[in-house]
């Protein structure tokens, strides 16, 4: 009877645990691989600048959360940010700007490139 429980917890906390290490690896995949595929022209803002904003700035900047008054939920939001050079600026860590994100490693040159070339493509809501 003992041994039968202790067993069911030896399995359960092998699920568990992989379970964990393989929702941390999918998680971190970007930020191990940052450079991995991405797009270097025909920046597209839905699939290749906002994936990059949703894992690494709306924890702080959606409209329920909004420091500094920022919020990068929605396309118009992003936008403004692009027309102003904060989004840039902020990503770059360009002296004037606020470092962002702030608390956590920056964005990778691969991702920085990506959505300064998106920038200059006329950040386009494609
Ligand atoms: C851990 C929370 C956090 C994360 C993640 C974060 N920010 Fe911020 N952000 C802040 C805070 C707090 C402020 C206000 C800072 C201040 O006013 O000193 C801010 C301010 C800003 C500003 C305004 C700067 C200015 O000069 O007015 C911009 C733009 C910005 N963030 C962009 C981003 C972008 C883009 C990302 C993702 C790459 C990001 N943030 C990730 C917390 C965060």
Request: aromatic content about 8%; hydrophobic content about 40%; glycine content about 6%.
């Amino acid at each position: 009877m003992e041994l039968r429980i202790t067993k069911n917890l030896i399995a359960l906390a092998l699920m568990v645990s992989t379970g964990l290490l393989a929702s941390c690896y999918y998680d971190n995949e970007q930020e191990l691989y940052p450079g991995n595929n991405l797009p270097t022209s025909n920046i597209s803002f839905s699939k290749d600048v906002n994936p990059i904003l949703v894992s690494r700035c709306i924890s702080c900047h959606a409209a329920a959360v909004f420091f500094g008054n920022i919020a990068t939920e929605t396309y118009d939001q992003i936008k403004v940010l692009a027309d102003n050079g904060k989004l840039i600026g902020s990503i770059r860590q360009d002296s004037g700007f606020k470092a962002m994100p702030q608390g956590s490693a920056k964005l990778s040159d691969a991702q920085i490139n990506l959505i300064n070339t998106w920038i200059t493509e006329g950040s386009k809501n494609n």
